[in-house]
């Protein structure tokens, strides 16, 4: 006799076959999938709508659909009939899922409940597995793991899926084969798999004859929720293992101001596990902005400022936790000048952690030395960034930064200067200054654009430039306006134009602004190095100005504000931090060389953050400042796991340690040689010659995550902290393989 299920019953089988159905449902239209599914379940359309769909991974935005509407189903609103309707009208659902789905309704014992045909069954039958079975063959094929390629291989899957496979962690690689045969290949049995573990290939005969039990009693386990149970569970080997995490969202996710986005995280078992979210390692909770804490799924609603950030969440079980990588939420602005306002006004520029490089200062922007260059002048940039300050002001006119940026015109400025000079800093300075009403009067746009962010971009259009950095539905008016005003009142900040890379400067839209060949009325503010800055045609430049960095004056300043994590931490009165300050403004005087590395504000840092680890004292030649630099870089990040470890030099490093350091040098060599700032995990792979997979552990402090722009994808990215750094690095390489020839 049919019995239709309950709502519940129902409810159960879309939990536990979630991946089926995801599978199933994954080559559909679907947003008229769910436009069809809010009209005949009654789910409120408002709910999808203002998600930001292009940042969302299809799997993501599917399983969130059934989990909405299992919401509905568990309260009566919607009727299971309505998602088996929708699901028949559509192409592009799987025939397989259609069919089951259907066949739902009608009898009772053909729900298959989580494995509930494995648990009854003796198994006279031969089974064949669903795409959700991936992590209970997992757990039961645990030790074969040291052999996943090899099971691969058996399974017949092709070279490029066996790729995709790989990971550090041997028991992942065995879950993605396994998933992969699931999902792709139609002879997905139980009888197939025992023969694939028994071949001569594999050769695990003995693990093959015990399949069947183990199996058996996995699920069973895995049915009556009893993981917890250790006498129950110790024949699974992974039950007494950490929990592994099989998947995630992107690494790097954008999402417009106001819209809502999902963050996933897969993780085996699936049972008895315990999920927390986190932004920037602090523990958020359920609230307007979060939905899902402490769920595999995160929902975050009316994206603004202060949900950007980096999230990570945290998976338990059995009192063991794995935590994800970083998934790196950003949030893109409208243009418009209000909105441009509070982006650069809302710029945290001096971060409350000691811990982080550069070290911001108490005091957000300490004065940069500027110079005007005469036209002609024999005394270019190259020529004068050395040699004392009186001296360089001598041969050219110092100018004040308030008269050269006051008002906003139609010139073309140069801001040249030598790595480390400020320049970066100061362009944000004008930015935020704008913001404040402070410089470029009459500036109605002002649009900060960083060009080392545009490498292997193609950048043709005001449009395609634009839209790198900032969202706007109406973008298309917007650059409309700016090319009929031929960009009078706006103002194109570029910094690093020794960074960027481009090949046909003709059709590229940055050196069309700067030859005003595009908008001739905007004003164009660009930073580099003096290398490139000859790239720019003389006769469009109004002014050529030198940042040569800080005098002897701002130099004493900036120790006055550096954050020395001896005085907070330490010696909070004015006496004690007075002393600090004072004993190395007194190791300067006595030590010229050293105070005359300093005018450059790079190493300023470097200096006040050596002695602030009584590091300094030894050091008399800028080789030996950045050798000790990247030695206590490395030795700090070391020491977040190994708190006794001690690196008196470089040349201790032992071990994999060491590798990871040849390695890094390397690719900071290669990154220079080849004019690259950022780099991806496949260009890491690439100049290593190895599938290296960079993260916190392998990059020693040295290199940090770049926050991937919207154009080119959701694509996790690296760079040095410092340019220099890495230029250092690169001729320590060069040092190393000459000393090996």
């Known amino acids: 006799m049919s019995t239709r299920l ?25 947003k008229l999938f769910i436009k069809n599914l809010c009209q005949r379940a009654n789910i409120a359309y408002s709910i999808f709508s203002n998600l930001q769909v292009e940042s969302i991974e299809v799997e993501v935005l599917i399983r969130y659909v059934l989990r909405v509407f299992c919401e509905n189903l568990q309260s009566g609103v919607s ?100 998933n992969c045969w699931l999902k792709n290949y139609p002879d997905r049995t139980m009888t197939r798999l025992e023969k694939s573990l028994a071949s001569e290939v594999v050769g695990e005969t003995n693990l093959s004859l ?31 293992q950490n929990p592994v995490i099989t998947g995630m969202s992107n690494t790097s996710v954008q999402v417009a101001e106001g819209k809502s986005t999902l963050l996933l995280v897969k993780a085996i078992p699936k049972r008895s596990v315990s999920y927390q979210w986190k932004k920037d390692e602090i523990v958020i909770e359920d609230s307007s902005h979060y939905t899902g804490v402490h769920s595999d799924m995160l929902v975050i609603s009316k994206a603004c400022r202060r949900t950007e950030g980096e999230y990570t969440c945290c998976v338990t079980y059995q009192e063991k936790e794995v935590c994800s990588e970083k998934i790196t939420v950003k949030t893109l602005f409208p243009l418009g000048k209000k909105k441009l306002l509070d982006v650069y006004l809302s710029k945290n520029e001096i971060p409350n952690s000691h811990d982080t490089w550069p070290p911001k200062v108490s005091k957000e922007f300490i004065n940069l030395g500027l110079i005007i260059s005469p036209e002609n002048s024999k005394y270019s940039c190259d020529y004068s960034v050395r040699g004392d300050i009186d001296d360089i002001k001598a041969k050219k006119s110092e100018v004040k930064y308030e008269e050269v940026f006051k008002v906003s015109s139609s010139e073309v400025i140069m801001l040249e200067g030598r790595p480390g000079s400020g320049k970066t800093t100061l362009v944000h300075k004008i930015v935020k200054d704008w913001a404040n009403g402070k410089t470029l009067l009459g500036a109605q746009l002002v649009f900060l654009v960083v060009l080392r962010e545009l490498n292997n971009s193609q950048v043709h259009s005001l449009s395609d430039l634009l839209k790198m950095f900032y969202y706007d539905e109406e973008l298309k008016s917007v650059c409309q306006s700016i090319h009929e005003s031929n960009g009078e009142n706006s103002v194109f900040v570029i910094d690093g134009l020794d960074e960027y890379r481009c090949q046909d400067k003709e059709s590229n839209v940055i050196y069309q602004l700067l030859d005003k060949k595009l908008l001739p009325l905007a004003m164009i ?33 900036y120790i006055d504000h550096f954050p020395f994590s001896s005085i907070s931490s330490e010696c909070s009165n004015t ?3 007075q002393s600090v300050q004072d004993s190395l403004k007194e190791y300067l005087h006595s030590h010229p060389n050293m105070m005359d590395m300093c005018y450059l504000p790079v190493h300023s840092a470097m200096i006040c953050y050596l002695y602030d680890s009584e590091s300094v004292s030894q050091l008399s030649t800028l080789t030996s400042i950045y ?53 991806t995990s496949d260009e890491v792979a690439s100049y290593l010659g190895c599938k290296e997979t960079f993260n916190n552990s392998n990059c020693l402090g040295l290199l ?17 902290l410092h340019l220099t750094l890495q230029e250092f690095l690169a001729a320590y390489y060069i040092e190393y393989r000459f000393c090996q020839a």
């Open 704 to 720: 940090t995550i770049y926050h991937e722009i919207k154009i080119t994808g959701n694509t996790r990215k690296f760079y040095f």
């Open 575 to 577: 006496t004690s931090r």
């Open 525 to 557: 503010i660009v930073s580099s190095r003096p290398s490139a800055s000859k790239s720019v045609r003389e006769d469009v430049l109004s002014k050529r100005i030198e940042v040569f960095g800080f005098s002897e004056n701002e130099i004493m300043e």
């Open 210 to 240: 015990e399949f069947k039990h183990k199996f058996k009693q996995a699920a069973k386990l895995l049915e009556k929720d009893s993981l917890t149970s250790p006498e129950k569970a110790q024949n699974l080997a992974i039950f007494n």
């Open 627 to 679: 050798e000790e630099f990247t030695r206590s870089l490395i030795l700090r990040h070391l020491r977040t796991k190994h708190p006794q470890i001690s690196l008196n030099s470089l040349q201790e490093l032992k071990g994999e340690f060491q590798e990871y350091f040849n390695n890094i040098c390397k690719l900071a060599y290669y990154m220079t040689v080849n004019s690259n700032q950022i780099i």
């Open 6 to 30: 309950t709502n519940e019953e129902y409810l159960t089988y879309v939990r536990d076959n979630e991946d089926d159905i995801v599978h199933g449902l994954s080559s559909m239209d679907l």
């Open 79 to 178: 009727t299971w009939d309505s998602l088996v309707q929708v699901v028949s009208s559509l192409d592009g659902c799987s025939v397989q899922l259609r069919d089951k789905l259907k066949s739902i309704n009608k009898e009772q014992n053909e729900v298959a409940m989580s494995g509930q045909d494995l648990i009854d069954s003796d198994f006279k039958e031969d089974i064949t597995f669903k795409v959700g079975d991936a992590n209970i063959l997992a757990e039961v094929l645990v030790d074969a793991s040291p052999k996943w390629e090899l099971i691969a291989i058996s399974l017949c899957l092709k070279d490029h899926e066996i790729e995709n496979c790989k990971n550090n962690d041997v028991k992942l690689c065995l879950y993605n084969v396994i």
